[in-house]
């Protein structure tokens, strides 16, 4: 069957693409057959003049012949095709200016959708690159309570055991906790991301290494020689690709692991990981292991409902013997992919919801300019229909044409998705922290192509539609002046969709600037720019202890304050936008704090110069002042949240604040109960969140605790004085590295990126409409305008004044401009409302911006009807009068 | 010409063909004479139609066309039965041969 398909394919393609050789043969073979007949006439004794006759008589029509045996090659309609496409592009190349409107119309639309589709692909279809992916999960553990902001998917080391132990589900479960270390071999120092992995974290993933062996569980237990796992770009970059490394040992935090096992190419899980050290997640083995990610790998035949139940059903089994404050934990699970890209959805399908209305302007756009052409083509398609050519045929032309535009501009918005992704990339969150590479693969050129067809026999079939086909030998007697009512029609109401589209985008656009905005706007509690935060990475074999640790960033305080362009300089747990090092709750007065009532507190301990490093604001009381010391009263310094929850309608200074004994207190010691000194302003503590939490700041000297967060308010550019401080840092101890160098203002922007981006693009595509919509409205008029040029013509020999004529052109216009304004805001009540969860402090369907809409489109609209109309007031009665 | 000779049914041509070629490969001149000596001169092949059903028959791929030389010396080209060909031209002759029998049974009908 499939051979005999085959065949057939390959013989219509010779008799397509070989015509002249086919058609030769076939005379040949005629003339054979032909001078065979005649010799045997002569043979039978009759002269070669009669013979031929005879032999010519008996063969009938050659010509006939011919004609049939072509069609019996079944190619008519390729050629006939064939013929169209020649034709199309001739007529295409005549109008140059014409073809490459719509080219370049449809390029940015099918570009735009390929872009968006490839971005989608890559980020959301794609599989994970690891065996039966959909296998592979990924749990948490959300307490009663609700997460902590910014904690992301953990679990903690009790319920991880609970469910190693109880569990069914899984074919390995793994606990992993990424994080960087400093790799000090062949000289550079250098940090290197990576994480600590449970002995099942490779069974997990069921990937084979490269070279060597994976980690087990045996590496985890206490007193396994120290090993690492690197990755295959680790390998390559560091170690020269070299298969002797394999038992080799690296430095990675002070530590000397010995090398036994380099993974294949692509294996980076998490993140961007280069190295895998084992860890035990088990509870109680000396280390505290509170939060950390854990991932599994479903046994064969479970499905995700199934293991997440019963997962919950051993996690609430386990709760009963807690108490009851403690119960209520919901086991969060899943699929490893859903959990890295999940929030990457939404955005991308508002993307491609976005590119799509993009896309169906381009579209309207492009069958408005072919009705156009097709009413300027009446007298052409009339001549070939009297000529014979059917309906079908002319309709096949037409098809013909607007598939070939579309595929030219399908062609050339190819060039979209190289670096359209890039800017469009943009739109992930930050959330999604590695977001793969779109590629131009397979799947991408498919779409590419099935959106330029579709394209092409929707705007090609418009004109088709609003020809009528029957007065088409009228057009050839003279061009009514009444016709083309039909086309106007079809034009007005592509007009009105467009600006429909327009209206959409619009409002789409106006509410996420307002957002952006209202967000920008917000006071974030400190000033957040002329200042650079800077953490460093110890290594933990050097700096186990805590004088160690605290003589160094006593030292790095010290010598950096007096770096030239440092303005102020101070040490904390927490630097804003960063988010919290310590939650707590405390009491007030000495209360102990009830688990109940009372709140977390985000505690940041800090040296004094804190207040003017960052930037905060004093409302009430004072500071805290170097006489603060380890000998002196403890004191605190609250914010505007913690006062107005706990202190509502008085002032704090000269309460007490209450910290409860930690579960390992010595016997005898007292809750420490720092005295309330002072009030400043809320600061953002985590980067997108708006509504701050309470916060309490210490001095560290008091609670003899070691920061390791430090702030340099500087006079100049922050980033400048990295290269000092890592001077500085080196002159300290060579073998530390600096693990965050950044400017907070660049961090504070980017907490509002994505709705920078968000806004940005949706007003990009919404001005694209807009322009669009008013060019297509602006043509329909001119168009009307000349049509109606003998009855205006008419009106004003009648007497009817300009103002009357620009009435009368204008409320046409505003007509179409009216319903697609009606249409829009209807379509954008409706929608808008998907952008909720991209909206700050404005409602879906805010009248201010649906108004501010309203007015834009009406004005653009009435330009777009002006000038026609104005044209159509200089209309000469006698010359519209002879038109024709 | 004045003897009397049947036109032959619709879609019997590409039945002879095949059989015809299912001896030897011939070309279309030798197809027409073998058809013509065959069926003692009782069957009339439009000869011009030959050549549009020699065609079809090669576009489905059972018969294959080859350029060769004649008896007589000249190119000519030479058309063979596929084994695709001789497949369809088995269930071809069956099928015809079950039609005539059932027609003759009808036609025999009192």
């Known amino acids: 069957m499939i051979a005999e398909l085959w065949a057939d394919l390959r013989y219509r393609l010779r008799a397509l693409f070989h015509r002249s050789d086919v058609e030769r043969e076939l005379d040949q073979e005629l003339a054979f057959h032909i001078t065979q007949a005649t010799a045997k006439w002569v043979a039978d004794g009759l002269s070669p003049d009669e013979a031929k006759r005879r032999a010519r008589l008996e063969f009938g029509s050659v010509d006939n012949t011919k004609e049939e045996s072509r069609e019996r090659r079944g190619t008519a309609l390729m050629e006939a095709t064939l013929a169209d496409l020649r034709y199309a592009l001739r007529g295409l190349l005549t109008h140059p200016v014409f073809t490459a409107g719509v080219v370049l119309t449809l390029a940015l639309g099918i570009g735009a959708n390929t872009a968006a589709f490839s971005l989608i692909e890559s980020v959301l279809l794609k599989p994970l690159p690891y065996p039966h992916p959909e296998q592979i999960v990924s749990l948490a553990l959300i307490d009663p309570r609700g997460q902590v902001p910014g904690g992301g998917a953990q679990v903690s080391d009790r319920e991880f055991a609970v469910w190693k132990r109880d569990s069914r589900s899984f074919a390995a479960l793994a606990g992993l906790s990424g994080g ?29 290494p490269a070279l060597g062996r994976t980690l087990t569980a045996a590496d985890t237990r206490s007193g396994a020689p120290p090993v690492v796992v690197i990755s295959q770009t680790l390998w390559k970059r560091r170690f020269g690709g070299d298969a002797a490394v394999v038992g080799r040992t690296a430095t990675l935090d002070g530590v000397q692991r010995e090398i036994v096992g380099i993974m294949p190419p692509g294996f980076r899980y998490p993140s961007e990981a280069d190295y895998w050290i084992p860890r035990s997640f088990e509870p109680g083995n000396g280390t505290m292991s509170w939060f950390f990610s854990a991932v599994g790998r479903l046994a064969p035949g479970r499905t995700l409902a199934e293991a997440r139940t019963e997962l919950q059903a051993v996690q609430t089994r386990a709760e009963l013997n807690r108490p009851p404050r403690a119960r209520g934990g919901r086991v969060d699970m899943l699929t490893l992919h859903e959990r890295l890209f999940g929030s990457a959805r939404v955005p991308l399908l508002r993307l491609l919801g976005a590119v799509g209305f993009v896309l169906l302007i381009a579209c309207t756009t492009t069958a408005n300019l072919f009705i156009a052409r097709a009413a300027a083509r009446r007298r052409e398609f009339a001549i070939r229909a009297s000529l014979g050519a059917g309906r079908g045929r002319l309709i096949r032309q037409l098809l013909v044409e607007s598939v070939l535009l579309a595929a030219i501009g399908g062609l050339l918005g190819l060039a979209f998705p190289v670096w359209g992704t ?13 977001v793969p590479a779109a590629t131009l693969d397979g799947w991408v050129l498919l779409f590419a192509a099935g ?20 007065n088409l030998s009228g057009v050839m007697k003279a061009s009514a002046p009444g016709a083309g009512g039909n086309q106007s029609h079809a034009r007005q109401g592509l007009v009105v969709v467009q600006l429909a589209s327009a209206v959409v985008l619009l409002a789409g656009a106006g509410l996420l600037t307002r957002s952006l905005t209202a967000f920008v706007a917000l006071d974030p509690g400190f000033n957040p720019h002329h200042v650079l935060a800077v953490q460093v990475d110890l290594p933990r074999s050097r700096y186990a202890n805590e004088h160690a640790r605290s003589t160094f960033y006593d030292q790095l305080l010290q010598q950096t304050r007096v770096l030239p362009g440092v303005v102020a300089a101070a040490e904390a747990d927490a630097v804003p936008l960063f988010g919290f090092s310590m939650l707590s709750r405390l009491g007030t007065d000495g209360a102990a704090p009830s688990t109940e009532s009372n709140e977390m507190t985000a505690v940041n301990r800090v040296t004094p110069g804190f207040l003017a490093a960052v930037g905060l604001t004093m409302k009430r009381g004072r500071w805290f002042t170097d006489a603060d010391g380890p000998g002196a009263p403890r004191v605190a310094v609250i914010n505007e949240a913690f006062a107005k929850s706990r202190f509502p309608g008085s002032d704090p200074i000269g309460h007490r604040l209450f910290f409860p004994l930690l579960p390992n207190a010595p016997p005898g010691a007292v809750p420490v109960q720092p005295l309330i000194v002072g009030v400043v302003s809320n600061v953002r503590q985590v980067g997108d969140l708006v509504e701050p939490m309470a916060e309490a700041f210490f001095v560290a000297a008091q609670d003899s605790s070691v920061p390791e967060a430090l702030t340099l308010r500087t006079s100049g550019p922050p980033l400048e004085l990295v290269a000092a401080v890592k001077h500085t840092i080196a002159t300290i101890d060579p073998s530390v590295a600096i693990s965050v160098s950044a400017d907070l203002s660049a961090v504070y922007s980017s907490t509002y990126a994505d709705r920078r981006v968000d806004a940005f693009l949706l007003s990009a595509f919404a001005l694209v409409a807009l322009i669009l919509s008013a060019s297509g409205l602006y043509a329909i008029m ?22 009357q004529v620009l009435r009368l052109v204008l409320r046409q216009g505003m007509t179409s401009t009216l319903l697609g304004l009606g249409l829009g805001l209807a379509g954008a009540f ?22 501010l809409v309203a007015v834009i489109l009406g004005v653009v609209a009435l330009g777009a009807c002006y000038l026609p109309a104005r044209r159509a007031t200089h209309v000469d009665p006698m010359t519209a009068l002879r038109w024709d | 010409m004045t003897e009397h000779r049947l036109d032959l049914p619709q879609g019997t041509l590409d039945l002879l063909i095949l059989k015809a070629l299912s001896l030897e490969p011939m070309h279309g001149w030798a197809i027409s004479e073998r058809l013509h000596q065959v069926s003692k001169a009782t069957l009339q092949v439009p000869q011009g139609s030959l050549y549009p059903a020699l065609h079809r028959l090669e576009r489905r791929g059972w018969i294959k066309a080859e350029w060769g030389t004649s008896d007589n010396n000249r190119k000519a080209k030479y058309y063979a039965l596929t084994a695709a060909g001789r497949k369809q031209l088995a269930s071809d002759a069956d099928e015809w041969s079950r039609l005539t029998t059932a027609v003759a049974l009808v036609l025999r009908m009192n």
């Open chain 1, 451 to 470: 959106v330029a067809l579709c394209t092409g026999v929707v705007f090609g079939l418009t004109p088709v539609a609003s020809l009528s086909w029957s």
């Open chain 1, 782 to 803: 001119s168009y009307l305008v000349i049509q109606r040029n003998r009855e205006i013509g008419m009106r004003m020999a009648l007497g009817a004044s300009s103002a």
């Open chain 1, 830 to 851: 409706l929608l808008t409302r998907e952008l909720r969860a991209l909206l700050f402090r404005v409602s879906a369907t805010d009248p201010s911006v649906f108004a």
């Open chain 1, 422 to 434: 890039r800017v469009l990339t943009a739109v992930i969150p930050s959330t999604v922290d590695h």
């Open chain 1, 180 to 208: 960087s270390a400093v790799l000090t071999d062949g000289g550079d120092v250098e940090e290197i991301n990576g994480a600590e992995v449970s002995g099942d974290f490779f069974p997990v993933f069921t990937v084979a």
